[in-house]
Nanobody, 124 residues
Framework: VQLQASGGGSVQAGGSLKLSCAAS????????MGWFRQAPGKEREFVAQ????????GYSDSVKGRFTISRDNAKNTLYLQMNNLGPEDTAVYYC??????????????????WGQGTLVTVSS
């Protein structure tokens, strides 16, 4: 399984970015997918997760209303639209495949394939 995250970069506070995660080596549509992030000196934290068909999603309180997770099963690609970014969103963002089939998984140990991460830097 390979997950290739892209789309990170540097933006000013209030700006937007859209991350992508291209998946291969798995039947993408069978898995819940998630985004996590890790800021320097901090633990990896849950950002969002989406169901297999894209019909349901869960978000952390810190990004709810600003970030939107989506997926295109025909393209085996996961997305994260990030709006109204703030310096607190600065982190390496990772996509991952969930072990959990029927509900939102919010801890890293519930994921078993990870992308390499893409860096998002937000300046004030």
């Amino acid at each position: 399984v390979q997950l290739q995250a892209s789309g990170g970069g540097s933006v000013q506070a209030g700006g937007s970015l859209k991350l992508s995660c291209a998946a291969s080596g798995l039947t993408f549509s069978q898995y819940r997918m998630g985004w996590f992030r890790q800021a320097p000196g901090k633990e990896r934290e849950f950002v969002a997760q989406i169901s297999q068909n894209g019909g349901t999603a869960g978000y952390s309180d810190s990004v709810k209303g600003r970030f939107t997770i989506s997926r295109d099963n025909a393209k085996n690609t996961l997305y994260l639209q990030m709006n109204n970014l703030g310096p607190e969103d600065t982190a390496v963002y990772y996509c991952a495949v969930s072990r959990i089939i029927l509900s939102v998984a919010r801890i890293p140990s519930n994921y078993y394939h990870w992308g390499q991460g893409t860096l998002v830097t937000v300046s004030s």
